[in-house]
């Protein structure tokens, strides 16, 4: 077996010189280099965007649906969307393993897992599809696809749904980002706390600070104010307009005795967030953005601006042992598992 | 005298609930609050693309543009460009420092200064314009202005020029932030080594990094090898276009001997550069864009695509001490006082 590149380049047809996700067409062929694992998949769950556009061009039609599916995957060797771009997440059974990885990563061949990584950079090969679940943008098949060296995976655990799981999976970067900057007696704000990231990070925020922190968690309105306080997860709520800084400023100013705080996450799913966001933070505090409606520019000229010397962190959905955190919270906790399953399953 | 909000939205006549920068109408009152400081202003450094867009509109006419720039200040109570947003920086001597403020800060009246928040948020009278300088976008008047408590500045040098100056002041940021972020012995790479805020990365860099560490400047063709290579400033030169992650990866590689970095800074300014800065560098390694041609979701999806676990932080234009930072280098280096002077001045 010859070993690969390990973000997977080896297998890029065209253009060249791109990574696999940039790529028009990569080589599907299901023999495995050494360092790489095969799966045996039996469900692709669709990103969201990308199943809306096939099902409108498709007029709902699930034969149609299927066929333009199996289309793309033969054209490009990766589920990606022409029009959108994007991809989505697989569920399979580990087939194989390359040499180069047996016994160093924490798999076994048999292991139930979800990928973490898109399908818009996955080698993919459908057999047959086996049905079409609309609701859930689900495709259940028969197939295999590659996992390269650098590929980001969660086994499925047996003691929750799969559904559960995977809504949990999703913004699994948040929470483990979140358990990492949060220091014992730091004053945290998680903006957009209500959401299903905020829960998990004011969660594990609640967890680090101790009993000389304070978790404020900032939400938009009344219903999101008695929600949030119901799971116990904040010290403070705040109800403000995230899009309102001097408003944020002041009330949680507010509620923390004036004092600055050492980190702010922003987790709110909307534009113009950004100085709400850098304007609580102390000198040398962290501002975390996991908010892809984040603005590079507003972030950097805007700290600049009023002269706060914070630090201001890209949010990458990715670190290390991030599904196991994010797993565990589910796990963990009762509220956090009845607000999943009530909102996601 | 009373104390008014650091920020300085004590001045904020419309909309109400903005920061200054964003308000359409400040306040422009010189009567200064116990924690402003008042400017006797000398220039106006207007920005580059809004003096072009007043250039263009006046049909290059002086005494047109005068007038435009007088309305201007008169309807919004700052040098702020209705069309390009923008403002630029001014020159000036401390006229009052206000009680609060007073020994708290390192400067007193009669110190002549460069204020580093933009014109955009600042309040600002003009008496008279007393000349335009439309090959350097500067506009000598008399006039006052005031700086909020959070407003950053530098207090000038004597030994060099104002215009060099001003051409280090400008990307004052990047060199403080290299200092702080790289540690003896690591491993550094900057991308788009040859501009002004590479040049001034590499110098930090160099110094920081020791004998057993590695500072490799990237730059896009071969003149700005020989060029970076003149100056010193890197142990190795890789030429690659910086748009091309996977030919970025590969150049770097050979000249770490294969080690991953530990540091990577973007101070490129073309798009599509995030995934050449993520892939050197190691896991918990630091990934710095200073560009502001940065994407902010490229970045952190890309870095989840490839599983990275980097840390990516956005380049915030303000750190304690920047501006003493980058004029100790130009003081320090005779190199770079040559090209800035030769470029810049």
Not at 47 to 76: H, L, N, R, W, Y
Not at 108 to 115: F, I, N, R, S, W
């Amino acid at each position: 077996m010859k070993t690969g590149c390990k973000f997977g380049t080896h297998r890029v047809i065209s253009p060249l010189n791109v990574l696999p996700q940039t790529a028009t067409k990569i080589n599907n062929d299901m023999e495995i280099y050494d360092n790489e694992i095969l799966i045996d998949v039996m469900s692709l769950n669709i990103d969201s965007a990308s199943f809306t556009q096939i099902e409108e061009v498709c007029g709902g039609d699930v034969e149609k649906i299927k066929k333009m599916i199996m289309e793309i995957v033969e054209e490009k060797g990766k589920m990606q969307n022409p029009v959108t771009g994007s991809g989505g997440m697989l569920i399979g059974k580990v087939s194989k393993i390359g040499d180069k990885l047996k016994g160093k990563i924490d798999l076994k061949e048999g292991d139930k897992l979800a990928t973490l990584v898109s399908l818009s950079l996955t080698p993919l090969k459908i057999d047959t599809i086996i049905d079409i679940k609309k609701d859930i943008d689900r495709v259940d098949i028969k197939g295999k696809a590659i996992l390269f060296e650098s590929g980001i995976y969660s086994v499925l655990p047996n003691d929750m749904e799969e559904t559960l799981a995977l809504a949990a999976l999703d913004v699994a970067g948040a929470p483990a980002q979140a358990r990492k900057l949060v220091k014992k007696d730091d004053y945290v704000v998680v903006l957009g706390a209500n959401g299903k990231s905020g829960l998990l990070c004011c969660y594990e925020a609640m967890k680090k600070v101790g009993d000389n922190g304070l978790v404020v968690g900032l939400v938009r309105n009344e219903k999101g104010r008695v929600a949030l306080e119901k799971t116990g997860f904040c010290h403070k709520v705040v109800i403000a307009d995230a899009q309102e800084p001097i408003t944020v400023l002041n009330e949680l100013m507010k509620v923390s005795g004036n004092k600055e705080y050492d980190v702010a996450i922003n987790v709110v799913n909307v534009p113009n967030t950004e100085m709400s966001t850098i304007l609580p933070v102390k000198d040398d505090g962290i501002v975390y953005f996991f908010s892809m409606a984040t603005s590079f520019t507003k972030a950097a000229l805007g700290a600049e601006g009023v002269g706060k010397d914070v630090n201001m962190i890209i949010g990458n959905g990715y670190t290390r042992g991030h599904a196991k955190v994010t797993i565990e919270d589910v796990r963990e906790s009762k509220v956090i598992r009845e607000i999943f399953e009530n909102m996601y399953v």
